[in-house]
């Protein structure tokens, strides 16, 4: 009995480390160096333990002329080095039906929807990464899910959120911690930030993550949240 408590406490403590796009706090620097998975994205360099540059996944925006420009400077990447998986989390399929229905279409050319990542993946196989694609089905359910909760004429998921969703129903990585920080949810306005705020606080709450951002005013926030959904449904 003793030995398969030490084996699942062991297991347990996996770690997952997800950094987002926002200069997390100081104080995760431990959180880098205990991790056994490190996902970053694109090039974002931080003060925070800026000496290490652990990364075991990079995330690449692959749709566009962002895409376009972060790929074809990709060993210029600070981060590329250290990966052995590069990740394009963004359908083609799926993007461009949602961003059609963008009310500001037709200021974006039709390129923007484009995956460029096909046109490097080569060079990046040959510089021996793996290379992996967030599916159709993946996306999709990610849109569906946000559509259900927003009501917002239109929405684009942030590639932050499509990736810390695979990561959470990927069952590889079941017995992982995942741990969560530098998302402040702020930016394009065409991502839905509340919402996905509002669902990471739901995944912290039910220990399914461990979202290190997370204030005692955005926890506030999630219980007036579920308190009306409760009261007028």
Not at 41 to 64: D, H, M, P, R, W
Not at 103 to 117: A, F, G, N, Q, T
Not at 171 to 183: L, M, N, T
Not at 197 to 216: G, Q, S, V, Y
Request: charged share 25%; with cysteine; hydrophobic share 40%.
């Amino acid at each position: 009995v003793v030995i398969n408590r030490t084996f699942t406490c062991e297991i347990a403590m996996k770690k997952i480390l997800i950094i987002g796009n926002s200069e997390p706090s100081a104080n995760h620097k431990y959180l880098l160096e205990d991790a056994e998975i490190v996902v970053r994205f694109n090039n974002k360099q931080y003060k925070f333990a800026s000496e290490n540059k652990k990364t075991t996944l990079l995330s690449i925006v692959n749709t566009g002329a962002v895409g376009h420009a972060l790929l074809q400077n990709i060993t210029s990447n600070k981060f590329y080095l250290e990966a052995r998986t590069i990740l394009f989390a963004r359908s083609q399929k799926v993007h461009q039906d949602h961003l059609l229905q963008n009310p500001l279409r037709d200021k974006y050319s039709e390129d923007e929807v484009v995956d460029v990542s096909h046109e490097y993946e080569e060079g990046i196989v040959r510089d021996g990464k793996l290379v992996e694609h967030l599916s159709d089905t993946q996306n999709l359910e990610c849109f569906r899910l946000i559509q259900s909760r927003t009501h917002l004429p239109f929405i684009c998921l942030s590639s932050g959120f499509l990736v810390v969703w695979s990561f959470l129903n990927n069952p590889q990585y079941a017995a992982y911690e995942k741990h969560i920080v530098g998302f402040s949810f702020k930016g394009w306005w065409g991502h839905p930030w509340a919402t996905e705020k509002e669902i990471m606080l739901e995944l912290h709450r039910e220990n399914k993550l461990i979202f290190h951002d997370c204030t005692l005013m955005d926890k506030l926030h999630y219980k007036i949240y579920r308190l009306r959904q409760k009261m007028f449904h």
